[in-house]
């Protein structure tokens, strides 16, 4: 059988390498439009069957939507887990040549699955609410030194806290109506804002930056978060088990929904408290109660359920392991 050709692509601000997993000449292109259709042409004519990428911020959003638009299968994969797996071959060396060498290695071995690219609309309502983050900082950081502010200055700080919160304010405005114009995202913000401790700006979070909500299973939708928790074991010792890696920006914007959502949805309060008395500790409870907020909103999606139509929004379903 003929081993398929994978290609490993190393995306930087203002260039792209892109390397062949059976060897060969590497392939260096602008990172614009036009080097993009370079690439393009290159990989078809390679007749590759995946290029992988690593998740670089937004400077892989461009090649990875002309790629896909060409018919071409792309998986972008998690930076932690290439990192681990180029680790466990003994590489420490690092160039822009050996890092896509790497990459289509990577592929060829781990075959990891293709991922569909978010469109223009997503992407622009995921720049608002990585903008919006920013702004969100900003008033925790100006509201803490207000606090503390000698009143000489305390006008001057109250001004910028005013104009961050006028800015904040246009921000949530234009994401409702980015998300408004995208019928797919809004009828998937209208379900996951039914369940409780689920705001708008969070639901259009989970959507533009969680398409894989609805296509998974329960465990690994929580992995794919970085909710699902990791024992730690040697011999006879056991350790405390802990989460991590996955999508930490999504873990952690959840979190404050599931803290509400405790408070408000009777189920979950009972699910948190029953942790509480076994000895789980505040954060567990509350982490444990947000990975199971996070498989429900993952059964609402794919079932085509809103939180009222399934079983713990009716009350009548709890549980029993965390």
Known sequence: METPTVIGLDIGKHELVAALSSGGAVQT???????????????????????????????????????????????VSNP???????????????TDRLDAQLLARYGLQCHPKPSTPPTESQRRIAALIDRRQQLVKDQTRLGHQLNEADPIVAD?????????????????????????????????????VTAPGIARTTAARLAVELPELGELSGKQIAALVGVAPFDQQSGRWRGQSRIGGGRASLRHALYMPTVTAIRCDPTLHAFYERLRAR?????????????????????????????????IGQGVFLPKSA
Not at 80 to 94: D, E, F, L, N, T
Not at 183 to 189: G, K, S
Not at 287 to 311: F, P
């Open 156 to 192: 001057d700080i109250g001004g910028q806290l005013a104009e961050v919160n006028a800015r904040l304010a246009g921000i949530d405005a234009r994401i409702a109506a980015q998300t408004t114009a995208d019928a797919p995202t809004q009828a998937r913000v209208e379900q996951l």
């Open 29 to 75: 292109v602008a990172n614009a439009p036009a080097g993009h259709a370079r690439l393009v042409r290159w990989a078809q004519a390679q007749q590759g069957s995946l290029v992988v990428l690593e998740a670089t911020g937004r400077y892989h959003l461009r090649i990875w939507a002309a790629l896909a638009a060409a018919g071409i299968a792309v998986a």
């Open 80 to 94: 932690r887990q290439v990192h681990h797996w180029i680790q466990s071959q003994g590489q420490r060396a690092k």
């Open 279 to 311: 000895g789980k500790s505040v954060n567990q409870a509350r982490i444990a109660c947000l990975r199971r907020l996070l498989t429900i909103l993952n059964a609402m999606v794919r079932d085509g359920l809103t939180w009222q139509q399934t079983k």
